[in-house]
């Protein structure tokens, strides 16, 4: 009996073991499962005056995405305001489409661009692979005529909270958007995979210590009804930051924000956008 009883502790033991070393080793895979997809024209979406780009990193990934030039277009020897914006980890900007010209104030440029490994992107998506993309968006999106570069903001939503806050540790940010943001990597694993010990995640992720290190204006947006991202980690951030607005949504999940927060939702990132990148030309 006793013996039975060693055998089914060293099964559970080496079971879990293997469960942990399979966490360990494709925690990437979990936080960036890489959706492919097509990715159509942005005028398919009724956006005629967008166009599909290719930017490459300085990794030699080529990127594909949108971009959206400014609207009406800045006048002879004037600049106009630009977003990046940074989709969730099971999105691509072609799956999310028809909503993304809807959060473009008059007057502004949008970039969103998959990460490398998603939709028709090149590459494997890691951590530290989705910062290089990051840096490359900004650079190519400062780089078209007609944008300021010192009045580009960014979107983030879910892991593109993290992509966005790091953003803004190394280029030139003027406002920052979060919707379902979490604290870190470590946190969301010990949210979700409790009985995985905090040294095996490698994920830093850290939007609370980035989001503490702001000097620019933030929105965070949030479900109460996240599970996946609780609200309490969205406020969390909320509290850290520099001159933040805190959107509350009620009875919104992790993925419905925009069903749920309907014309609230989107006015507020209109005029959070607009009033902190001084939309339209000048």
Known sequence: MFSIALRVLAILVVGYAIVMFLAWRFQHRIAFPAPGGPLPPPSAFGMPDGRIVTVLTADSIALRG???????????????????????NMETVGGIGAIIGEFRPPGTGL???????????D?????????R????????????PGIDRTRIGVYGRSIGSAVALYLTTV???????LESAFTSGREMAREHYALVPPGLVNLGLNN???????????????????????IDM???????????????LEGAGHNDTYDIGGTLYRDKVLE???AHLQSGPR
Do not use: C
């Open 66 to 88: 949108w971009y959206l030039p400014p609207n009406p277009a800045p006048k002879h020897g004037t600049s106009a305001p630009a977003i990046v914006w940074f989709h969730g």
């Open 111 to 121: 970039l969103a661009l998959d990460y490398r490994g998603y939709g028709q992107s």
């Open 123 to 131: 590459g494997e998506p890691t951590e530290l692979g989705v910062y």
């Open 133 to 144: 993309d990051a840096e490359a968006a900004w650079d190519f999106l400062a780089g078209q």
């Open 171 to 177: 280029r030139s940010v003027a406002a920052v958007v």
């Open 208 to 230: 609370l210590d980035r989001a503490g290190r702001l000097s620019v204006p933030l929105l965070v947006i949030h479900g109460t009804d996240d599970w996946i991202a609780p």
């Open 234 to 248: 969205g406020r969390a951030v909320a509290d850290t930051g520099h001159a933040v607005e805190f959107l509350v």
């Open 272 to 274: 959070f956008l607009a």
